[in-house]
């Protein structure tokens, strides 16, 4: 299984089963990113991390340092998919896989609104939140 992200009628299957999604808070100006992996039951988040606090933008429960971020692992079901907004008022999404990130513009045109991440196949067939093929 691998993450894909929809776009219009467009689905672009990421790399692997895992990826960061990154920003930046549009007030606080402060990173945030979330560890995402592929699984027959959805998408699930295996951790967040914040580099400071402000404007909803507190760590969340369990949280501890490391190096220049607080992480947690947020207590959230499998989910079939995430909704990402692109306002065009802020910067842009962040996908990074292997360790390497670049703005949602690089894989998806900019205008495109939204983008949702889901499930798919290898072969980039997307799943249901059974794991059964649509």
Do not use: F, N
Request: negative net charge; proline residues 7%; hydrophobic residues 40%.
């Amino acid at each position: 299984m691998k993450i894909c992200l929809i776009a219009g009628a467009l689905i672009l299957p990421l790399s692997g089963e895992r990826a960061t999604l990154a920003w930046t808070h549009s007030v606080e100006k402060i990173p945030w990113e979330e560890d995402w992996r592929a699984t027959a039951a959805g998408l699930v988040i295996e951790a967040a991390r914040v580099r400071g606090s402000g404007a909803g933008m507190e760590a969340g429960e369990g949280a501890r340092r490391v190096g220049d971020a607080w992480e947690w692992r947020p207590s959230l079901p499998p989910q079939p998919r995430v909704v990402l907004a692109r306002s065009g008022a802020t910067a842009d999404w962040r996908i990074c896989e292997d360790g390497r990130c670049r703005p949602m513009g690089d894989l998806l045109p900019a205008d495109v609104d939204p983008v949702t991440m889901t499930v798919c196949d290898d072969d980039g067939q997307l799943r249901d939140a059974v794991g059964t093929a649509r």
